[in-house]
């Protein structure tokens, strides 16, 4: 009777863990569904800049052509639609998007974009690079090297654009994501103790139990095989039996 308890016990753990999943994946595969459907036109943007020549570059000194650059630097600049659709030129209200880079922009020194799409065309004003309307394609990502020249470079940015546009955080949000598995791990690893640990006390109770009920079997068999052997040698000699033992209760 102890095991088949056990048994369905299990199984009732089981079936919690299996409804548990399935709920999840529902979960899961309601939100993709949404995410599809509804359509997100955003983008994100980048970008690194790196001093050419060090606070004591000991009269060393960077040109382009006849132009001498006292403060040069070189930004990477990178934007990318992580949006569901694309951004059409029409997005962007007739106004670019405007990069100040708090420098002077000298010269941008080369574009690049992945697949084989074309790069929005840029414009120079000051310190400021324009990317002009243009379509950005779902998942494209462009790149553009610049020249600038500034003792302290820093980027600001203004747009119009019927999009979100922020500041990519691809390595906070995987952190965020793997911060929110680890605990999510934690909660059901916590939740399948919490139903498996009194199933295997369970299991611990009843084998104890089966070992205390054949250790009394045994000795109640000794016992008896013992007093009949007795009872045998007594009779043999005409002495008057003695009842036997009575048999251990059982639960």
């Known amino acids: 009777m102890a095991s088949v308890t056990l048994a369905a016990d299990w ?16 979960l899961c595969a309601g939100w993709w569904t949404w995410r599809a459907a509804v359509p997100h036109r955003k983008a994100t943007y980048s970008v690194e800049i790196t001093p050419l020549l060090s606070s004591t570059h000991s009269g060393l000194s960077v040109s382009l052509g006849v132009d001498q650059l006292a403060h040069p630097h070189t930004v990477t600049l990178k934007v990318t639609n992580t949006g569901n659709r694309e951004i059409v030129a029409s997005s962007f209200n007739g ?5 100040q880079m708090g420098a002077r922009v000298v010269s941008v020194l080369s574009k690049d974009t992945t697949g084989n799409r074309r790069v929005p065309p840029t414009s120079i004003h000051g310190n400021a690079l324009h990317i002009d309307p243009y379509v950005l394609h779902k998942k494209q990502q462009v790149t553009y090297k610049l020249l600038i020249d500034g003792p302290a470079p820093e980027l600001k940015i ?3 654009l019927s999009a979100s546009l922020k ?3 691809t390595q906070a949000m995987r952190s965020a994501r793997y911060l929110a598995m680890t605990v999510g791990a934690g909660i059901a690893a916590a939740m399948i103790s919490i139903w498996i640990t009194p199933l295997l006390g369970d299991y611990e ?3 104890e139990q089966d070992f205390i009920e054949n250790v009394r079997k045994e ?3 000794d016992a008896r095989r013992d007093l009949e052997k007795e009872l045998k040698e007594k009779g043999a000699a005409g002495v008057s039996a003695t009842p036997s033992p009575s048999a251990p209760a059982t639960r």
Not at 11 to 26: C, E, K, M, P, S
Not at 95 to 99: C, D
């Open 95 to 99: 106004e670019p998007i405007e990069f």
């Open 167 to 169: 500041p990519d955080n």
């Open 11 to 26: 199984a009732a753990a089981l079936g919690a863990v299996a409804t548990l999943g399935g709920v999840v994946a529902t």
């Open 219 to 221: 000795a109640y068999q």
């Open 158 to 160: 203004r747009h119009s």
């Open 205 to 207: 109770r009843t084998a």
